[in-house]
């Protein structure tokens, strides 16, 4: 029986009407919640929805800062479309487990693959994640994370954020990877746990970006990051490890906190104390 509900739900997604796509996703939801063996696989498949082509003319506004034409009629759709996406979006809130709740009868919190997906608000604060993925995802308005905790990697590898990112005191409990990663607006990871290593590999943050009171444990690569607005690094870092920052890039003219021994020069380079001349990266503008 619950597998012939499922079965109808997911056919149901693929419903001309979108009122019909939404009550689909309730009654996954509601499948999910009464059966908790389905929990990840109805997670899979809202997962997968989110993950369809999608846009909307609020998008291409906010992505490249003009709004080309669109039909009415177009408009309209993208608007039902929107309403469902929001509920999907709900739908994982709702499924996954608040932070010291118990997760699945397994003991693993659910994944959550999101690769590139538009996401509008994405709220997952305070909720415990397995393995995140959005690489080359869209995000637009806040994505909320603070206070979460993700077990598994998390990956957002080339993923743009039009909006803020709020990670703070999330905890990544294995290896972060932000390689390649843009974002336009202000990005917080205050007082976060960063257990794994953390890759920030060419990332480019257009905004100001807040790392205070952090603790890094492993190592962290920060080369050919490019910081174009504030940066608040005055976090705990790992020793006797040191951070990769060949030819990371500091906007000077901003306000610009380092961790202890670090200072910026004149010329633009970062000087961590204990390095030689020679081996501080320059900072390419």
């Not at 739900?9 to 009122?19: K, M, N, P, Y």
């Not at 009171?213 to 790992?238: E, M, W």
Request: hydrophobic share 35%.
């Amino acid at each position: 029986m619950a597998d012939e509900r499922f079965a109808r739900a997911v056919e149901l997604l693929g419903h001309e009407a979108d009122q019909v796509r939404v009550g689909a996703l309730h009654a996954l939801a509601g499948l999910a919640r009464s059966r908790s063996s389905y929990t990840q696989t109805v997670l899979d498949v809202v997962c997968s929805y989110l993950r369809r082509p999608f846009d909307h003319p609020d998008y291409d506004r906010g992505g490249t800062g003009g709004q080309p034409a669109w039909e009415q009629a177009a408009v309209r759709d993208a608007d039902r479309e929107r309403q469902v996406r929001l509920a999907a979006q709900r739908v994982i809130g709702d499924l996954v487990p608040d932070r010291g709740q118990p997760e699945d009868r397994d003991g693993s919190a659910p994944d959550l693959d999101l690769t590139g997906a538009l996401l509008d608000y994405l709220d997952l604060a305070g909720k415990t994640i397995g393995r995140l993925v959005l690489r080359n995802a869209r995000l637009y308005g806040t994505t909320r994370l603070s206070g979460a905790q993700i077990t598994g990697e998390a990956w957002f590898t080339r993923a743009v954020s039009y909006g803020r990112m709020d990670c703070d005191q999330l905890v990544f409990q294995e290896r972060s990877n932000f390689p390649y990663l843009v974002a336009h607006g202000r990005v917080s990871f205050e007082r976060t746990h960063f257990e794994g290593g953390a890759v920030f590999l060419s990332a480019k943050f257009r905004g100001p970006v807040t790392m205070a009171k952090s603790v890094f444990d492993k190592s962290v690569d920060l080369r050919r990051t490019a910081f174009h607005d504030g940066l608040d690094l005055d976090c705990s870092l790992p020793s006797p490890l040191r951070p990769g920052t060949a030819n990371m890039v500091v906007d000077t003219s901003s306000e610009v906190r380092l961790p202890t021994g670090w200072t910026v020069l004149p010329d633009g380079r970062i000087n961590r104390d204990g390095d030689a001349p020679a081996q501080v990266p320059h900072l390419m503008q």
